[in-house]
């Protein structure tokens, strides 16, 4: 069972870069979520997804973006790289997030230096 | 915005102990998820409680929730190096956006 797949593990960016972290999940999930995560921060949402086509901010969508084609794919666009933007990002999933469980990826590690 | 506070930050137990770890929310639970995180993976989903007074148990690990207090807990019994990692709690708050988590408790477990 793969569940939800991230890619790619680790990334080092220079400041300015762009890239796209990939998600994607085989359970047929609609809703769709980004967090990252900072020392001592918890988990922050950044994007979420309630069905293609659809997506919406969540509490700190600054310097990112996020497309929803498919049931299947959410990836996270990182735009002109900025040292704050280095974190752990994990793409998460669920049937209905009120009343099951979101299963995770494993994250992305990704420094901008 | 809803806040959840976990309690305590870090804990280092000896292995065999019992631990608690405490997850209080500044507004009312409309549920509440355990996630263990271990270092460098991703979160694995424990338990899941939605009512008040709901207690539910897995292997030596117990969770109940306490709607009035608004406040879980999470009981290890017997701990193991096998428990060791980052215990998180998350609220569903009723809407599409996903879950408002904890800072989470980072728990060692000494031999």
């Known amino acids: 069972n793969a569940g939800v797949t991230q890619t790619p593990k680790f990334r080092i960016l220079k400041i300015g870069q762009s890239m796209t972290l990939q998600c994607t999940q085989d359970?047929?999930?609609?809703?769709m979520y980004w967090y990252r995560q900072d020392p001592g921060m918890g988990l922050k949402l950044i994007y979420y997804?309630?069905?293609?086509?659809?997506?919406d901010k969540g509490e700190v969508p600054n310097g990112y973006n996020v497309s929803r084609s498919t049931t299947e794919d959410f990836p996270l666009r990182l735009e002109l790289a900025a040292p704050s933007q280095t974190s752990v990002y994990f793409c998460a999933s669920s049937y209905r997030p009120e009343s099951s469980p979101l299963h995770f990826g494993n994250g992305t590690r990704l420094t901008v230096t | 915005s809803q806040e959840l506070e976990q309690s305590p930050q870090s804990l280092i137990v000896q292995e065999g102990k019992n631990l608690t770890i405490n997850c209080t929310s500044s507004k009312t639970l409309y549920g509440l998820y355990w996630y263990k995180q271990k270092y460098g993976e991703g979160l694995i989903f424990l338990m899941m409680?939605?009512?008040?007074?709901e207690e539910k148990s897995h292997e030596k690990i117990t969770a109940k929730l306490d709607e009035k207090k608004q406040q879980s807990s999470l009981h290890i019994t017997a701990s193991q190096p096998s428990h060791a990692g980052i215990y998180l709690c998350?609220?569903?708050?009723?809407?599409?956006?996903?879950?408002?988590f904890g800072k989470g408790t980072h728990l060692i477990i000494q031999p």
């Open positions: 409680l939605q009512k008040g007074g």
């Open positions: 359970m047929n999930h609609n809703y």
């Open positions: 997804s309630v069905g293609a086509g659809i997506t």
């Open positions: 998350g609220n569903p708050g009723g809407g599409a956006d996903g879950l408002t």
